[in-house]
C-alpha cells in the first residue's frame, strides 16, 4: 500500500506571498491532520479534516486554511507568509477514530526569505 | 507550565547501551501515549502506544506509564547506530477531540 505522499518537498517563498501545500492520504484513510515542526516549537497541530470537513482546529491564525476533497486529497494554504512561518510541514492520515494510527508524508520543507 | 516536557537532547550513548527516553506531561486527561521515531528527513513514525500505566514490550523496546506521576519512558536495549533518530513523546485525550499533544523530541545518536 502506497503510503503518504506530501508535494513539493521544498518551497522557497518570499514575505507577503502565498503557498499551497498537498497531501494525498493512504488509500481508504479519510481523516488528514497538519502540523508544523519547527526546532523551537517542535510539533503543532494546525488542523484536521474527515470526509471533507474540518474537525479539529488548532491555534494558528485564520492565514492558515486547509481543504479536503471528496478522495480525501488535503490542501494546506498559507497567505502573505512571514518570516516565522519557515517550518517543515507534515501531514498525517488516519482511518479516522481516536485510537487509529497517524501515518505521516515526509513532509514539505518551506523557506520564507 | 507546558502541557509536555521532553529533554530535546542530544543524548549520545555507544553502541549496545541501554537507553532511557523520558516526559513528563500536566494533563490528567491524556489516556491515550505514544512514543513516534523521526529519522532525518522522515516524517514520524508510530513505534508504540499504549493505554495503561505499566509496561508494554516490543523487541527491544519497553514502553512505560506512570499515570499516577505522570511520567512516561522508552526504553531501547541493545542500542543500534540504525537507532539514531529524534524521538518523539506524544499524547491524545479520550474525548472528542483527536488532536495529539506531541514533545520537543530527544535527539539521540548511537557510536558505534
Known amino acids: 500500500k502506497a503510503g503518504v505522499t506530501q508535494t513539493p518537498r521544498y518551497l522557497i517563498k518570499t514575505r507577503g506571498q502565498q503557498v499551497t501545500l498537498s497531501c494525498s492520504p493512504i488509500?481508504?484513510?479519510?481523516?488528514v491532520s497538519w502540523y508544523q515542526q519547527t526546532p523551537g516549537q517542535g510539533l503543532q497541530f494546525l488542523f484536521e479534516?474527515?470526509?471533507?470537513?474540518?474537525?479539529n482546529k488548532g491555534n494558528f491564525p485564520g492565514r492558515f486554511s486547509g481543504r479536503q476533497f471528496s478522495n480525501s486529497r488535503s490542501e494546506m494554504n498559507v497567505s502573505t507568509l512571514e518570516l516565522g512561518d519557515s517550518a517543515l510541514y507534515l501531514c498525517?492520515?488516519?482511518?479516522?477514530?481516536?485510537?487509529?494510527?497517524?501515518?505521516f508524508g515526509p513532509g514539505t520543507r518551506l523557506t520564507v526569505l | 507550565q507546558k502541557e509536555v516536557e521532553q529533554d530535546p537532547g542530544p543524548l549520545s550513548v555507544p553502541e549496545g547501551a541501554i537507553v532511557s527516553l523520558n516526559c513528563t506531561y500536566s494533563?490528567?486527561?491524556?489516556?491515550?501515549f505514544m512514543w513516534y521515531r523521526q529519522y532525518s528527513r522522515k516524517g514520524p513514525e508510530l513505534l508504540m502506544y499504549?493505554?495503561s500505566s505499566g509496561n508494554k514490550e516490543d523487541g527491544r523496546f519497553t514502553a512505560q506509564v506512570d499515570k499516577s506521576s505522570k511520567y512516561i519512558s522508552l526504553f531501547i536495549r541493545d542500542s543500534q547506530p540504525s537507532d539514531s533518530a529524534t524521538y518523539l513523546c506524544?499524547?491524545?485525550?479520550?474525548?472528542?477531540?483527536?488532536?495529539?499533544?506531541w514533545g520537543a523530541g530527544t535527539k539521540l545518536i548511537i557510536k558505534p
Open positions: 498525517a492520515s488516519s482511518a479516522g477514530t481516536p485510537q487509529d494510527t497517524q501515518y
Open positions: 488509500s481508504g484513510h479519510r481523516s
Open positions: 479534516y474527515f470526509s471533507e470537513t474540518q474537525r
Open positions: 494533563n490528567s486527561a491524556f489516556q491515550y
Open positions: 499504549t493505554y
Open positions: 506524544a499524547f491524545q485525550r479520550m474525548d472528542s477531540n483527536y488532536q495529539l499533544i
